[in-house]
């Protein structure tokens, strides 16, 4: 094998026409088709992609609306993997924030399409990952042993510089970073470690603000007891995605918290930034060794989707 992408986006015409919200306004979508996934694959010699619809997710302010995204994503992606399953690999939309609804279609993407995990984001309408209203999701993902991929969402906050700085410069990689620091320090990475978590974008900033993460147990003990690992360790247990990350530098930044087993390739298309020239997507990671390349590029894959990854 050469590559498997844990990190790409399809949006199929079914859940695009039903992402409306209820003042009747349609949020800005860029176009993710199949086919282009797949001359993006034949480009840069990737055998196979993980695909999820991405942000904005299922939420859009009413949850029967979220609940019918949801399932015309997950259905019209799980097409996509029957058509070519040794391609292709999915994860769910789940209708959060709705707890009881986000389980019933759990139950269906993975028991009935037999999707491959599940997709969750940073936040849904200011509710972030480790928020104990939704413990009974990640009873039901541990008990699964679940693969659940965590790409950042919007900030429940007005963006502080406006429209002069996108909202995927700087406040994705921020938002995944408060997803998973809430996760630690709430204790729920403690309390469900089978759940197979992925982070995007080589974990935020996480990685550089690794220290100052953990020195909460040291300056407010009383606010870290939940995490009784510290927050190292469960950075540590993590798989972090190369997705918009194709840099030395911020690779050599995850490695200093997490082994490079833990490790993934991926683009993020259609919003990747791959080189124009040369069929490498990654050239900064030709310094890597052979072996330490092939576990990014495909190898490290087996332990969140195993039926992609071939010899």
């Known amino acids: 094998m050469r590559r498997v992408d844990l990190h790409a986006h399809v949006i199929p015409d079914d859940y695009r026409r039903l992402l409306v919200t209820p003042a009747g306004d349609r949020p800005f979508v860029v ?39 949801a399932r015309a994503a997950n259905e019209s992606l799980g097409a996509i993997m029957n058509a070519s399953p040794d391609r292709f690999g999915v994860l769910a939309l789940l209708p959060l924030p709705d707890v009881e609804a986000a389980l019933f279609e759990l139950a269906y993407a993975l028991d009935q399409l037999h999707l491959d995990g599940v997709l969750l984001f940073s936040n849904v309408a200011g509710t972030y990952l480790g928020d104990p209203a939704w413990e009974p999701l990640y009873s039901e993902l541990d008990r699964r042993g679940a693969y659940a991929f965590v790409h950042p969402g919007a900030p429940p906050y007005a963006l502080p510089l406006g429209a002069d700085h996108p909202i995927w410069l700087y406040e994705f990689p921020f938002d995944t970073t408060r997803a998973l ?42 606010l870290a007891t939940a995490a009784s690992a510290g927050s190292s360790e469960y950075l540590r247990r993590q798989y972090y995605d190369t997705g918009l990350s194709q840099s030395l530098a911020a690779l050599t930044a995850t490695r200093a918290v997490a082994p490079l087993e833990q490790i993934v390739f991926g683009t993020d298309w259609p919003y990747a930034a791959l080189p124009e020239e040369g069929s490498d997507p990654a050239p900064e990671f030709a310094a890597l060794s052979p072996a330490e390349r092939e576990a990014v590029d495909h190898r490290n894959a087996a332990r969140l989707v195993p039926r992609l990854v071939r010899e």
């Open 181 to 222: 620091t809430h996760l630690i320090y709430t204790g729920t990475l403690e309390r469900y470690p089978r759940i197979r978590f992925q982070f995007s974008h080589l974990g935020g900033v996480a990685p550089f603000l690794a220290g100052r993460l953990a020195s909460l147990a040291e300056r407010q003990p009383e």
């Open 31 to 69: 176009s993710a088709p199949l086919e282009g996934l797949e001359e993006n694959m034949e480009r840069y010699g990737i055998d196979a992609a993980v695909i999820s619809v991405g942000p904005p997710g299922a939420y859009l302010g009413e949850q029967q609306r979220a609940n019918e995204l």
